[in-house]
């Protein structure tokens, strides 16, 4: 079938205003937030309104054998997301709708295409939310769903697949499928929503998410804590984990990180002259508690525990310098990459092994005459690097290296952004051929001819 | 092959003192505790020591095209990990090690074969302790980890599923592969570990499983709140959930199983005669603080929200009788089997759904002339009937009733014990036939031949 003759279908299916080709594709469409744009021209991007147009996109893709992408709002960093060469794009943005608020089960029904925010505002006056803050509010929740974002909260909360309940998914043949529902538990037959969930659009199109929310807690206070050097800072957070002060966020941002958060928000925190000037990295903990005594006796016993454990300072910060001081540190990616940063990386290691790592990264960015800057989730031993090196191929070696120690100490190359096309190669060959290939079988039972968000992850063949 | 031929090569493989057959098994080896049981002749009962132990059996079983049933303790209670007739158990007893225990990443490794018992007592004097308490202490992790086994305290710290991060696994062409690891998140591929975790054996043979474990809390308390029916019980539940009070524990009894409970444990709690004669059921909740201010703030919180919701009274039982009541309550499930219940059922629902599926239960209980009793993980919706119904049509009957009517209300047959052979009719006839079939094609990855735990969960042929 001639391109024209497609299109034309396709706009008999869906409706002229769902079929964006050619001139008519919005740019913003066509990336992500990855680092390395890719110049690509799909055939259309297409915004399905309802699960019946999901269906039917799945049919005629399936059909003509084209490619199919599913998108939501484009926050990913990984190039997971990124149209195919003459491929088609699903674009979940008008399907952003909440389909219901649950008080009593604390449970949601949503539509993928919502965002953060617009769920986050749904949320208010029923006391509930939904905890995982990925740092992106912009983000959708589709998206959230298939890269298994995480986040600064997920030390207390855990990350997007520890809240998603259930999901309604089209498969390539065109057929709906639920699995799971709005209850905690289950155990009749395999989860095949943790299946999807972290599977980067590459199994099934997910149309409806059935989310855990958590109640509010009324009270929140936010610590901050200078060091004189990251280790120290590392080594202090087992410890905070082991006190059961549950903190929300526990996040570790080196002196430069700090400094660019701090600068590009234009944030005073009052930290001591002297004090400024022997520290190498700050530690931010945001405890919430469901009574006001209940966060002094925690900011208390908090504090007694960074003062034994080598914190120069320690500062409970005003709210509105808290709000804005978190608020920075979400934007702390933009600022890299505004700054020119050439990766972005987010390995996680064990926790107790984040000290380990930083060193040993440190010295092998030293060895490639290359930069890291970088904070972390370092609760969860979520490490993010901002790495400073232009030459392709040296920093692709230091990549590697740097992949290869944190797989060695037991970890992963991502713990939130997903591997997409960026880490692919660094991802195929430092995972067991074994376990590959079991997920390649895996990915043949939902999508036997590859059609659906080909070339990244799994899929080696080199995009068209 | 004939048997001799195939036992003395199982014995050459293994060592004698790994291969039981005929007079030599152990009777104990042959059940679960499900109240059906099935009279079955296995070729030999193995208990491998090691990973290489598993795949030799696996290569074994493959070769001679025999089935593998894969065994804790056998505490399963629907039929999961019942041998089959003429084929081979591996019972993971002898695999029972702890491997290691992390302070600091709050992480054990261990054997499958481990029980809780075993681990709980591991974990002592480290501060840490694995929280999914399924009310056995003998059942071993491998059973809880292929049942997704839940319990008491799954309210607050969640079920097996999410304390599992990582498996090592033997697949039936008797190669090993490991998912996951020490980390607390990985957004690095499919989340095989998740795939495996409920899948009741059908998958792999788990060799290993590296778990998640939590602080020690070091102060709790446990509230008991007498009301005069059940619904009232049942409606305050959702309040309590959302009152930040993160209960440990959140538990029902209607009034004659909490006779049966403290009548069998020679417990007297105390209450009030007068309460007594007006109480229909209990609702018991537990809380954990780090501190001995936070609990009592937390006690009287608690206090004011049950008398504001109709608690005739409520106790903050003595640690003694407070332990002596949820190690009572934990054997419920004996109590009913020595009363003579004809079926136990873990239907969930959503929690605000329960007091709906007890009223509607009783209703078709009565209707089938059945009696029906019960208590429940109500914070998390799951619902423990013990069914009183000797005609095994009318007792099918009304089952399937309570099943399609929990599965109405969005929830599912089983909430922890699985659907082994026990509830495998109902939820094959139940479920949407894509979600079986594409679990079915899972299902062929790991083991083609369909030999690895057979005849239960998706597979409907006759067991021989």
């Known amino acids: 079938m001639e391109t024209h003759e497609l299109l034309s279908e396709l706009t008999r299916l869906l409706g002229a205003d769902a079929v964006a080709s050619g001139e008519s594709i919005n740019p913003d ?34 059909q003509h054998g084209l490619a199919l992408t599913p998108r939501g709002s484009g926050t990913g960093l990984s190039g997971g997301a990124t149209p195919v060469n003459g491929g088609l794009v699903v674009s979940f943005s008008k399907m952003n709708h909440v389909l219901s608020i649950d008080e009593g089960d604390h449970v949601a029904v949503v539509q993928p295409g919502i965002t953060l925010r617009e769920l986050d505002e749904a949320l208010k006056g029923h006391g509930l939310r939904y905890p995982v803050y990925p740092g992106e509010l912009s983000g959708s929740l589709g998206g959230n769903v298939n890269t298994n974002a995480g986040g600064m909260r997920a030390v207390r909360h855990g990350v997007t697949r ?62 901050l804590a200078p060091f004189s050097s990251v280790q120290e800072v590392t080594t202090v957070v087992p410890r905070i984990v082991s006190s059961g002060l549950e903190p929300a966020i526990l996040e570790y941002l080196d002196v430069l990180t700090m400094a660019s958060v701090t600068n590009a928000a234009g944030l005073e925190l009052g930290v001591d002259a002297a004090v400024a000037q022997q520290t190498l990295a700050y530690l931010i903990i945001v405890l919430e508690t469901r009574t006001q005594a209940q966060l002094e006796g925690d900011i208390e016993a908090l504090g007694e525990l960074l003062d034994g454990a080598g914190a120069l300072d320690v500062y ?106 960026d880490k692919q190669a660094d991802f195929l060959a430092l995972s067991d051929p074994l376990l590959i290939d079991l997920q390649r079988q895996i990915k043949k039972v939902f999508d036997p001819r590859g059609l659906l968000n080909p070339y990244r992850l799994l899929d080696e063949r080199p995009s068209p």
């Not at 930069?371 to 590697?400: I, K, M």
């Open 162 to 223: 520890q809240h998603i309940l259930g999901l309604e998914m089209v498969l390539m043949d065109g057929t709906v499928v639920r699995s799971g529902g709005p209850v905690v538990k289950s155990s009749s037959g395999y989860d095949l929503t943790q299946l999807v969930v972290g599977s980067e659009g590459t199994l099934a199109l997910v149309t409806e998410v059935t989310l855990k929310l958590s109640p509010q807690l009324e009270h929140a206070a936010t610590v």
């Open 316 to 421: 409970v910060l005003p709210s509105h310098s808290a709000t804005a001081l978190i608020e920075a540190r979400e934007r702390a990616f933009w600022n890299a990459k505004a700054a020119g940063a050439h990766e972005i990386i987010d390995v996680v290691v064990p926790r107790s092994k984040v000290p380990n790592f930083i060193e040993r990264a440190q010295e092998m960015a030293l060895a490639h005459e290359s930069f890291l800057v970088g904070c972390g989730h370092v609760g969860d031993g979520n490490v993010h690097f901002s790495l400073y090196q232009p030459d392709d191929e040296r920093r692709a070696a230091l990549l590697h290296e740097l992949f290869a120690y944190a797989v060695s100490l037991g970890g992963a190359i991502s713990g939130e952004h997903g591997i997409g096309m």
């Open 29 to 62: 469409d066509l990336h992500d937030e990855s680092l390395h744009q890719r110049s690509v021209t799909p055939l259309a991007v297409l915004r399905p309104r309802s699960t019946a147009d999901v269906q039917a996109i799945a049919r005629f893709a399936s």
